[in-house]
């Protein structure tokens, strides 16, 4: 178990251009989540999956996002035509559905849009 | 509207002092409560949390908070603190994800 893999850690991307990010969750994990968090900022939470099916977005999630998770395994999460904006760190997690056992973060991909 | 507020954005404090991280939320529900802890240039990693039972919580590095449900209160105490608790905290609470606070940046002078 090494633990949830984000990749890439960091981008830097010009506006205007796409992104995909990747996450590997840990392997047992039937849930998994993405977050952003800005500089002086809490993460906010994006949309989470349980296997393959997304089951809720937030409405900061606009229409330029777009997550997957095919096959209930990895997930990507890709941005159409970045704006300043979108300069945040992108935060991945996953977890049992028990609460119990909590939310185990990856070390993030952080996006600089230029 | 559900929320949780850190009261303290930033946190200095000698070493081998206390220290108390405070949080309230807002909930018309019952929440579980979590701490989560997050050292430069990495992700969070789950500190404590409450669910049910004993309302005083601890963690493995000698952190504990206390849910006040009365006063909406998960507060973050430790009796004594060392450099290496410099971090940012970060107060969450859980109906149907989690949902963070702002954070609090704990400094830990020599």
């Known amino acids: 178990d090494t633990g949830v893999s984000q990749n890439p850690r960091h981008k830097i991307t010009k506006r205007g251009q796409n992104v995909t990010f990747r996450c590997d969750p840990i392997?047992?994990?039937?849930?998994l989540y993405w977050y952003r968090q800005t500089l002086g900022q809490g993460p906010e939470f994006l949309t989470y999956?349980?296997?393959?099916?997304?089951?809720?977005k937030s409405r900061l999630l606009s229409d330029r996002f777009s997550a997957e998770r095919p096959k209930g395994s990895f997930s990507t999460l890709e941005i159409q035509r970045t704006e300043q904006g979108d300069s945040a760190m992108y935060l991945c997690?996953?977890?049992?559905?028990?609460?119990?056992?909590?939310?185990?973060f990856g070390s993030g991909t952080r996006l600089t849009v230029v | 509207a559900q929320s949780v507020t850190q009261l303290d954005s930033q946190v200095p404090v000698f070493e081998e002092a206390p220290v108390e991280l405070r949080c309230n939320y807002s909930?018309?529900?019952?929440?579980?409560l979590f701490w989560y802890v997050q050292y430069p240039n990495q992700g969070l990693q789950l500190l404590l949390k409450?669910?049910?039972?004993?309302?005083l919580v601890e963690s493995i590095n000698g952190f504990e908070a206390e849910f006040n449900k009365s006063q909406t209160s998960f507060h973050l105490r430790k009796p004594s603190v060392h450099i290496s608790d410099t971090a940012e905290y970060f107060c969450?609470?859980?109906?149907?994800?989690?949902?963070f606070g702002s954070g609090t940046q704990l400094t830990v002078l020599p």
């Open positions: 392997s047992e994990h039937n849930r």
């Open positions: 909930s018309s529900v019952s929440v579980y």
């Open positions: 969450a609470f859980f109906i149907g994800q989690l949902t």
């Open positions: 409450y669910l049910s039972g004993s309302t």
């Open positions: 999956f349980q296997n393959e099916a997304q089951l809720e």
């Open positions: 997690a996953s977890s049992l559905m028990a609460l119990n056992y909590g939310y185990t």
